[in-house]
Protein backbone atom coordinates (compact mmCIF):
# COMPACT_ATOMS: atom_id res chain seq x y z
CA UNK A 1 0.00 0.00 0.00
CA UNK A 2 1.16 3.66 -1.07
CA UNK A 3 1.98 5.49 1.95
CA UNK A 4 -0.64 8.37 1.01
CA UNK A 5 -2.88 8.14 -1.84
CA UNK A 6 -5.49 9.59 -3.15
CA UNK A 7 -7.94 9.29 -6.15
CA UNK A 8 -6.38 11.71 -9.11
CA UNK A 9 -9.83 12.45 -10.54
CA UNK A 10 -10.27 14.46 -12.58
CA UNK A 11 -13.66 15.48 -10.54
CA UNK A 12 -15.72 17.47 -12.17
CA UNK A 13 -18.79 20.27 -10.59
CA UNK A 14 -20.71 22.65 -11.12
CA UNK A 15 -20.58 25.89 -9.00
CA UNK A 16 -21.87 26.10 -5.63
CA UNK A 17 -21.60 22.32 -5.61
CA UNK A 18 -19.96 20.70 -2.12
CA UNK A 19 -17.29 17.86 -3.11
CA UNK A 20 -15.58 16.13 -0.74
CA UNK A 21 -11.97 14.34 -1.28
CA UNK A 22 -10.17 11.30 0.60
CA UNK A 23 -7.33 10.54 1.08
CA UNK A 24 -5.83 7.64 3.23
CA UNK A 25 -2.40 6.72 4.78
CA UNK A 26 -0.23 3.32 5.59
CA UNK A 27 1.75 4.97 8.08
CA UNK A 28 0.03 4.78 11.51
CA UNK A 29 2.73 7.13 13.20
CA UNK A 30 1.89 10.04 11.49
CA UNK A 31 0.57 12.66 13.77
CA UNK A 32 0.45 15.52 10.99
CA UNK A 33 -1.50 15.62 8.15
CA UNK A 34 -2.28 18.71 5.41
CA UNK A 35 -3.75 19.86 2.78
CA UNK A 36 -1.94 21.97 -0.11
CA UNK A 37 -3.43 23.83 -3.42
CA UNK A 38 -1.77 23.38 -6.18
CA UNK A 39 -2.20 25.24 -9.18
CA UNK A 40 -1.00 24.00 -12.65
CA UNK A 41 3.51 24.29 -12.36
CA UNK A 42 3.14 26.29 -9.09
CA UNK A 43 3.92 25.05 -5.67
CA UNK A 44 1.96 23.84 -2.92
CA UNK A 45 0.63 26.26 -1.51
CA UNK A 46 -1.01 25.32 2.28
CA UNK A 47 -4.61 25.00 2.53
CA UNK A 48 -5.27 23.36 5.86
CA UNK A 49 -3.67 21.49 8.87
CA UNK A 50 -5.12 18.72 10.41
CA UNK A 51 -3.63 17.37 13.53
CA UNK A 52 -6.70 15.88 15.54
CA UNK A 53 -10.05 15.16 14.63
CA UNK A 54 -10.76 17.98 12.28
CA UNK A 55 -10.46 21.48 11.33
CA UNK A 56 -12.70 24.03 9.36
CA UNK A 57 -11.79 27.30 7.78
CA UNK A 58 -14.65 28.63 5.46
CA UNK A 59 -15.91 26.71 2.92
CA UNK A 60 -13.12 24.16 4.13
CA UNK A 61 -13.21 21.81 6.43
CA UNK A 62 -10.75 18.74 6.70
CA UNK A 63 -11.55 15.62 8.85
CA UNK A 64 -8.93 12.74 9.95
CA UNK A 65 -10.35 9.59 10.91
CA UNK A 66 -7.18 7.89 12.70
CA UNK A 67 -8.93 4.50 12.90
CA UNK A 68 -9.47 3.92 9.62
CA UNK A 69 -6.39 6.41 8.41
CA UNK A 70 -8.05 8.52 5.91
CA UNK A 71 -8.22 12.39 5.96
CA UNK A 72 -10.69 14.17 4.27
CA UNK A 73 -11.44 17.62 2.51
CA UNK A 74 -14.92 19.01 2.24
CA UNK A 75 -15.09 21.74 0.22
CA UNK A 76 -18.98 23.88 0.24
CA UNK A 77 -20.44 26.14 -2.20
CA UNK A 78 -17.46 25.50 -4.62
CA UNK A 79 -15.93 28.60 -6.79
CA UNK A 80 -14.66 28.48 -10.77
CA UNK A 81 -11.42 30.14 -8.36
CA UNK A 82 -11.44 26.85 -6.40
CA UNK A 83 -9.67 24.56 -9.93
CA UNK A 84 -6.88 22.95 -8.65
CA UNK A 85 -5.14 19.73 -8.15
CA UNK A 86 -5.37 19.02 -3.94
CA UNK A 87 -2.77 17.72 -2.42
CA UNK A 88 -2.29 15.38 0.56
CA UNK A 89 0.69 15.23 2.96
CA UNK A 90 1.64 13.83 6.16
CA UNK A 91 5.10 14.00 7.85
CA UNK A 92 7.02 10.21 8.12
CA UNK A 93 7.80 9.07 10.87
CA UNK A 94 11.61 9.65 10.85
CA UNK A 95 10.83 13.19 12.61
CA UNK A 96 12.60 14.88 10.12
CA UNK A 97 9.93 16.86 9.32
CA UNK A 98 9.89 14.97 5.70
CA UNK A 99 6.35 15.19 3.75
CA UNK A 100 4.86 12.05 2.21
CA UNK A 101 2.57 13.89 -0.59
CA UNK A 102 0.10 11.77 -2.58
CA UNK A 103 -0.54 12.13 -6.04
CA UNK A 104 -3.12 14.75 -5.85
CA UNK A 105 -6.61 15.32 -6.62
CA UNK A 106 -7.65 17.48 -9.91
CA UNK A 107 -10.64 19.73 -9.25
CA UNK A 108 -12.82 21.84 -12.22
CA UNK A 109 -15.17 23.37 -11.05
CA UNK A 110 -17.86 24.56 -14.08
CA UNK A 111 -20.06 27.89 -14.53
CA UNK B 1 4.68 38.01 4.39
CA UNK B 2 7.70 36.40 4.23
CA UNK B 3 8.31 33.71 1.70
CA UNK B 4 10.78 31.57 0.37
CA UNK B 5 12.78 32.56 -3.08
CA UNK B 6 13.79 30.52 -5.13
CA UNK B 7 16.25 31.16 -8.61
CA UNK B 8 16.42 30.74 -11.32
CA UNK B 9 12.72 30.35 -12.22
CA UNK B 10 13.72 28.14 -15.00
CA UNK B 11 17.24 26.44 -15.99
CA UNK B 12 17.61 25.04 -19.40
CA UNK B 13 20.55 22.40 -19.39
CA UNK B 14 22.76 19.62 -21.76
CA UNK B 15 23.03 16.77 -19.81
CA UNK B 16 26.48 15.77 -18.07
CA UNK B 17 26.46 19.38 -16.67
CA UNK B 18 26.05 20.83 -13.45
CA UNK B 19 23.78 22.62 -12.22
CA UNK B 20 22.97 24.60 -9.09
CA UNK B 21 19.58 25.56 -8.08
CA UNK B 22 19.28 28.54 -4.87
CA UNK B 23 16.41 28.86 -2.53
CA UNK B 24 16.29 31.43 0.65
CA UNK B 25 14.21 30.11 2.90
CA UNK B 26 12.50 32.41 5.62
CA UNK B 27 14.92 34.00 7.65
CA UNK B 28 13.97 32.39 11.33
CA UNK B 29 13.62 28.86 10.03
CA UNK B 30 15.76 26.43 10.67
CA UNK B 31 14.87 22.93 9.15
CA UNK B 32 15.07 22.97 5.17
CA UNK B 33 13.81 20.79 2.32
CA UNK B 34 14.13 19.84 -0.85
CA UNK B 35 11.70 18.04 -3.46
CA UNK B 36 11.37 17.46 -6.70
CA UNK B 37 8.25 16.92 -8.88
CA UNK B 38 8.07 15.09 -12.38
CA UNK B 39 5.34 16.62 -14.63
CA UNK B 40 2.40 15.21 -14.12
CA UNK B 41 3.55 12.86 -11.28
CA UNK B 42 3.22 13.56 -7.24
CA UNK B 43 5.80 15.67 -5.18
CA UNK B 44 8.82 13.30 -3.94
CA UNK B 45 11.16 14.11 -1.03
CA UNK B 46 14.71 14.52 -1.84
CA UNK B 47 16.45 15.72 1.45
CA UNK B 48 16.04 17.52 5.14
CA UNK B 49 18.88 19.39 5.82
CA UNK B 50 19.40 20.37 9.55
CA UNK B 51 22.07 22.28 12.03
CA UNK B 52 24.28 22.39 8.90
CA UNK B 53 23.85 18.39 7.95
CA UNK B 54 21.54 16.52 6.24
CA UNK B 55 18.92 14.41 8.67
CA UNK B 56 17.13 12.43 5.85
CA UNK B 57 17.58 11.79 2.05
CA UNK B 58 15.59 9.27 -0.29
CA UNK B 59 16.95 7.08 -2.46
CA UNK B 60 16.66 9.73 -5.50
CA UNK B 61 19.17 11.58 -3.83
CA UNK B 62 22.35 9.93 -4.81
CA UNK B 63 26.10 10.88 -5.45
CA UNK B 64 24.94 13.17 -7.82
CA UNK B 65 23.61 15.31 -5.88
CA UNK B 66 24.66 17.32 -2.82
CA UNK B 67 23.08 20.36 -0.53
CA UNK B 68 25.09 22.96 1.14
CA UNK B 69 24.15 26.49 3.20
CA UNK B 70 27.48 28.23 2.22
CA UNK B 71 26.04 31.50 4.50
CA UNK B 72 23.49 32.44 6.57
CA UNK B 73 20.64 32.43 3.89
CA UNK B 74 20.92 30.24 0.90
CA UNK B 75 20.44 27.23 0.86
CA UNK B 76 21.64 25.22 -2.45
CA UNK B 77 20.91 22.09 -4.22
CA UNK B 78 23.98 20.99 -6.52
CA UNK B 79 23.10 18.29 -9.64
CA UNK B 80 26.98 17.61 -10.89
CA UNK B 81 26.08 15.58 -13.85
CA UNK B 82 22.55 16.24 -14.86
CA UNK B 83 20.64 13.29 -16.54
CA UNK B 84 17.66 13.55 -19.38
CA UNK B 85 15.33 11.92 -16.25
CA UNK B 86 16.36 14.75 -13.70
CA UNK B 87 13.97 17.42 -15.84
CA UNK B 88 11.60 18.27 -12.74
CA UNK B 89 10.47 21.21 -10.80
CA UNK B 90 12.80 21.34 -7.63
CA UNK B 91 10.93 22.99 -4.69
CA UNK B 92 13.06 23.95 -1.46
CA UNK B 93 10.90 24.49 1.65
CA UNK B 94 11.35 25.65 5.31
CA UNK B 95 9.74 25.50 8.70
CA UNK B 96 10.61 27.32 11.50
CA UNK B 97 11.17 24.20 13.90
CA UNK B 98 10.74 20.35 14.45
CA UNK B 99 7.34 20.14 15.61
CA UNK B 100 4.60 18.30 13.51
CA UNK B 101 2.40 21.49 14.07
CA UNK B 102 5.19 23.35 12.58
CA UNK B 103 4.24 24.00 8.55
CA UNK B 104 6.84 23.52 5.58
CA UNK B 105 6.44 26.83 3.21
CA UNK B 106 7.14 26.54 -0.02
CA UNK B 107 9.29 28.52 -2.73
CA UNK B 108 8.16 28.99 -6.64
CA UNK B 109 10.10 26.17 -7.20
CA UNK B 110 12.91 25.99 -10.27
CA UNK B 111 11.95 24.17 -13.53
CA UNK B 112 15.45 22.87 -14.99
CA UNK B 113 15.12 21.31 -17.72
CA UNK B 114 17.93 18.88 -19.51
CA UNK B 115 18.69 18.11 -22.73
Known amino acids: RKEVEQDPGPFNVPEGATVAFNCTYS??????FFWYRQDCRKEPKLLMSVYSSGNEDGRFTAQLNRASQYISLLIRDSKLSDSATYLCAGYGSSNTGKLIFGQGTTLQVKP | EPEVTQTPSHQVTQMGQEVILRCVPI?????FYWYRQILGQKVEFLVS????????KSEIFDDQFSVERPDGSNFTLKIRSTKLEDSAMYFCASRVGSSGKNIQYFGAGTRLSVL
Open chain 2, 49 to 56: FYNNEISE
Open chain 1, 27 to 32: NSASQS
Open chain 2, 27 to 31: SNHLY
